[in-house]
């Protein structure tokens, strides 16, 4: 005879994409939920449909105020208490931090029923080193601020993974690209679901392979850690610097490689004026 469920709050992860990913322990434990704590009840519906569970939903987000939570809290103290995000793993770049830290602090049941992760999924796509990485989650949608939060991460020897949308790809990439250097980069969407798709390559080609090109879907972009303190490949450097040059004057352009690559400024600035010279860039 199984145990039965202990009332709780309990962490479900849901599927990206593919309802089969379900976990068979998260479907049972949302079969015998009492209450569902979502972001968007209409998105839940379609997976408790899909299992043929009908189940009190309700909109939950770490911005509801303490009167709020604390009703959620009481539940949580006699009832089965799901948690769930639209897609994936609650919590990551998700809201319910505040509500499992306070269920912690009453001393309430908090458990997990791990599955999938889009950082995770996308970490393992890549092709790129996963032993250390740092998850950032969507990046902001200035430009100032954004390359701001970039030039922080800059010096961080570790894989990087961001979320992302098909209309600012482009722009995040070129971002990127200006702060961190050429490095290698992943451009992983859909996954889990029928036109998934992995695009890896420079963080120089994909910018301008993105420039025009508005993907669909959900977008992970997870970019390499920087180089271990070698001298950069000469194509590296050269694309670095046209790149630089449509935005700069010749020293100034030299400058910014030099900096990010710990190249020869002098060399790179004699470069830039040959091109010039032979108008190439």
């Not at 306070?102 to 032993?131: F, K, N, Y």
Request: glycine fraction near 6%; include cysteine; proline fraction near 5%.
């Amino acid at each position: 005879m199984s145990t039965p469920t202990q009332p709780g709050l309990y962490i479900v992860a849901t599927p990206i994409g593919n309802l089969g990913d379900l976990s068979y322990r998260a479907e049972h434990l949302l079969k015998e939920a009492d209450l569902i704590l979502v972001e968007d009840t209409r998105v839940t519906a379609k997976l408790l449909n899909h299992i043929g569970k009908k189940a009190k939903m309700q909109v939950y987000n770490d911005h509801k105020g303490e009167q709020d939570r604390s009703v959620i809290l009481e539940s949580i103290r006699c009832k089965i208490v799901a948690l769930v995000s639209d897609a994936g793993t609650p919590l990551i770049s998700d809201p319910g931090y505040k509500l499992v830290r306070e269920a912690r602090e009453q001393d309430l049941a908090v458990t997990t029923m791990p599955g999938p992760s889009a950082v995770i999924a996308a970490l393992t796509l890549s092709g790129l080193p996963s032993d250390r990485f740092l998850f950032e989650g969507f990046l902001p949608t200035k430009m100032k601020a954004r390359q701001d939060l970039l030039l922080e991460l800059q010096a961080i020897k570790a894989t990087l993974v961001f979320y992302e949308n098909g209309a600012r790809l482009g722009k995040m990439l070129a971002d990127a690209l200006h702060v961190l250097g050429n490095r290698e980069v992943a451009v992983i969407r859909e996954i889990t679901k029928k036109f998934e798709e992995t695009v890896r390559g420079s963080l120089s080609a994909l910018a301008e392979r993105y420039n025009d090109e508005k993907p669909k879907g959900e977008i992970v972009v997870v970019v390499g850690p920087p180089a271990e303190d070698e001298p950069a490949d000469a194509a590296v450097l050269e694309d670095a610097l046209k790149e630089a040059l449509f935005r700069l004057p010749a020293s100034k352009a030299a400058s910014e490689v030099a900096k990010q690559y710990g190249a020869d400024r002098k060399m790179l600035y004699e470069l830039a004026n040959r091109w010039k010279a032979e108008r190439q860039v």
